[in-house]
């Protein structure tokens, strides 16, 4: 059953409000391992990178400024096989 009023207009303090699948021990460990050399490698003066997910994966991924409109971009790597 779904509330078509909350889908059109949703109160605030839903609006903030999200739902992820469970994490295994060992996937969040990962994911912390992942913030924190994204954590290092700023302090060591790397900027415009981020974290991205791939298949549900984090990856630290280097990031572009599009000349032209100002949007960030993920510059493109190669494939992994």
Do not use: A, C, W
């Not at 992942?34 to 060591?44: G, H």
């Amino acid at each position: 059953m779904t509330f078509p009023i909350l889908q059109i207009n949703p109160p605030d303090h839903i609006r903030s409000v999200s739902i992820t699948r469970d994490r295994t021990q060992s996937e969040r460990q990962s994911i912390r391992e992942v913030y924190q050399e994204l954590s290092t490698r700023r302090e060591r003066g790397e900027s415009n990178i981020s974290i991205r997910y791939h298949d549900g994966i984090p990856k630290i991924i280097p990031v572009t400024i599009d000349s032209k409109n100002g949007n960030r971009q993920q510059r493109p790597t190669p494939k992994e096989s």
